[in-house]
Structures are given as structure tokens and as C-alpha cells.
């Protein structure tokens, strides 16, 4: 889901600092929920800014750069090879244990 556009955030913060409606009738007029604007006003106390906070984390790659280059050596040697048997590969030569899923991911986005 994509942020709210500082525009929109700042029209919530304008409307509160007017003084004129309670956060309950800020989040109904702007369509969005209560804790988000209590959210918003709280960032906006702390940080004088409503720019949204960068997105975090997810997890982390299974192999790193150089591994998947390995990936793409032995796809180039041994071009019949199944998923099963460069998952193999992978690991004998790296110890990183890899699922069927995850080498075909690789393997596609190495196309």
C-alpha cells in the first residue's frame, strides 16, 4: 500500500491546527482512521515534518551478490541441470542450503 501523499497529510495537520473539529471528525472528513492522524500529529510534533517514513525491512536475500553469480556460472556449465541439482550445487559449493522455489526465483530473474 502506497503512503499518502505529503499534500494529503499536510491538509490533516492544517485542518487540526485550525482548531475546529476533534481528530474523530479529521479522520472521517479525510477518510482515513483515527490512529493514523493521531500518528500523523505525533510525527509532525516530534519532527516538524508529515514526509512519509521510509519503508523497512523485509527479509534479507538468501544469497549474496557474489553467490548468485556462482548461480549463474553453473547455469551457464550445466544448462540441463534441475532446480534440485543447483540447489545441491549451491550448497556444496557455499554451504548455504537453498529451496526449489527460491533457486527458481534466481534463476528466473537471471533469465
Known amino acids: 500500500m502506497r503512503p499518502y501523499s505529503k ?11 485550525e482548531g475546529q473539529e476533534s481528530i474523530r471528525q479529521i479522520a472521517q472528513r479525510f477518510k482515513v482512521s483515527k490512529s493514523f492522524v ?3 500529529l505525533k510525527q509532525y510534533q ?6 512519509p517514513k ?3 525491512g523485509g527479509r534479507l536475500p538468501k544469497l549474496n551478490p557474489k553467490q548468485i553469480n556462482l548461480v549463474a556460472e553453473l547455469v551457464e556449465q550445466n544448462n540441463e541441470a534441475t532446480l534440485q541439482e543447483l540447489c545441491d550445487m549451491i550448497e556444496s559449493n ?5 529451496s ?4 527458481s526465483r534466481i534463476v528466473r530473474k537471471l533469465k
Request: glycine share 6%; proline share 3%.
Open 7 to 17: 499534500e494529503s497529510r499536510q491538509k490533516i495537520i492544517d485542518t487540526y491546527l
Open 38 to 40: 493521531q500518528k500523523l
Open 46 to 51: 516530534q519532527t516538524g515534518t508529515v514526509v
Open 54 to 56: 521510509p519503508r523497512r
Open 94 to 98: 557455499t554451504g548455504v542450503k537453498v
Open 100 to 103: 526449489r522455489s527460491t533457486m
